[in-house]
Structure formats: C-alpha cells, structure tokens
C-alpha cells in the first residue's frame, strides 16, 4: 500500500511539474511572439514615415537619384494585382518622372499584355520595346519604353531556344563517341535565345508587388545578376518606397564575376 501511495504521490508531482512547463513555454512563446509584432510594428510605422519624409522631399539624400545606373527596371506584379490597371499606370507615371526609361513588366497569366493598348495611351509617348528595338532605337532615347512579359513566353522560349540548339547539333554531324561530352554551354543558350527573339535585355533591379516574396516565374536567364525587391502589395505602393529602392540600388557597388 505505502509503495502504491507514494506511485500515485510521485505521479501527481509529475503532472504538476510538466503542467508547469508547458505553461512556462507556452508564456514564453506569447511573449516572442509579441515582441516580434512590436518590432516589426515599429519598423512598419518607421518605413511608412521614411517614406513620407522622402514623398515630401524633406530627406535630401533621396533627391539625387543616379538614375543612370538603372539602364532597365523590370516590375513583377502578381495576376490578381495586375487587374488594377490605374495603379500600374501611376506607377510607370512615377518611374518616367524620375526619369526611368526602360521598363519590363511582368505578371504570370498575361494579364497586363491585355492591357498594354490601354497602358501605352496613358503614357506619353511610351513604346514597346520590341517596336524600339526593331527600327534600331537606341536605348538613351527620350521615351519610355515598355516589354510585356508572362510565364508562357519563358516557356515557349525556352522549348524554341531548346529545337534551335538541337537542330544546329544535329547538323553539326556529332558522333556518338563524343556525345557524352558536355554540348551546350550558358553561351549557347542565350545565343540560341536571342535568336528566337527572346534574350531580351537583364534587368538591373526588379520591383516584386504582390504578397509572395519571389520572381514568380519571371525567365530565371534574365536575372543572374538582377537585385530584387520586394515591395509588397500593390494597392499599397507609395512614391517614397519607390524612390528608396532605386536609390538604395543606385548606391550599391555590384561586383560581377569572371
């Protein structure tokens, strides 16, 4: 009995000491997790008034952008955001005024390629890029440019890309003794991209607008050396953080290697 009694006794103070420990974890849980909020709340509220201060003009450091050093921007917007055509149009209206002059525009369905008509009349003067490129315009011209890109070009781009490649090697009259041997190089490749008309230029900075922090399918050959920033929704853009991403660009020393 004394041994059944002390059992049940040693058993009860287990209960209590690992009740005590999941609610002293569970304590300590809420408050990271709290202190995490505040501190991202604060950040919040100090990027909001950072970039109230550089839409006022108030920080001067921002009012000198080396606007030169940013030869072609491209903006991913997510589909479901690439619907609010009036905001995109802002958008571009604030790029052109702080003289930006080349631009691609992404979104995964196409949604912004229905719209580009629409886009390009409310832009003065803005042309696609592809028209530019055709009639030889040089890339320091005095209007905005625009490249309308989906997730389906990359594809279809790279299946051309792909039967270009496979074709010129078939002609070549490779043996089979050597065709365990490595047979396209990155080189080819972005030859063989150009000339299906999809090389394109690579972007030096691009602008992620929507809730995922990632490229969503913009064609990967065109970024390897790309900075990219994610700049959240789309309904919540504002000037200042537009002008705090190319500036903090601008400032960037990008070392490329050999």
């Not at 974890?25 to 408050?31: G, T």
Request: aromatic residues 10%; neutral net charge.
């Amino acid at each position: 009995m004394d041994f059944s009694n002390e059992s049940r006794v040693l058993h009860r103070c287990s209960a209590q000491v690992l009740d005590i420990g999941n609610l002293l974890l569970l304590s300590l849980w809420h408050l990271v997790h709290s202190i995490i909020r505040i501190c991202n709340f604060t950040l919040d509220i100090a990027n909001v008034l950072e970039s109230y201060l550089i839409s006022s003009g108030l920080l001067g450091r921002y009012k000198s952008l080396h606007i030169a050093k940013l030869r072609y921007l491209a903006i991913v917007i997510e589909s479901e955001e690439a619907y609010q055509t009036s905001k995109i149009i802002e958008l571009l209206q604030w790029l052109e005024a702080v003289g930006v002059k080349h631009v691609c525009l992404y979104d995964k369905e196409g949604i912004l390629k229905k719209s580009k008509d629409f886009i390009l009349e409310n832009l003065d003067g803005a042309i696609l890029f592809q028209d530019a490129h055709e009639n030889n315009v040089l890339l320091d011209q005095q209007h905005m440019t625009l490249e309308f890109v989906s997730f389906s070009d990359g594809k279809e781009a790279v299946a051309k890309a792909a039967n270009v490649l496979f074709m010129k090697y078939s002609k070549s009259g490779v043996t089979d003794q050597n065709q365990k041997e490595k047979i396209f190089t990155e080189s080819q490749m972005s030859e063989a991209l150009k000339t299906v008309g999809s090389g394109g230029p690579e972007p030096d900075l691009l602008l992620v607008y929507g809730p995922a922090r990632c490229h969503l399918g913009f064609p990967a050959w065109r970024i390897k050396y790309t900075e990219i920033v994610h700049m959240g929704p789309l309904k919540s853009m504002n000037y200042g953080s537009l002008i705090k991403a190319i500036y903090k660009f601008t400032m960037v020393r990008q070392n490329y290697g050999k």
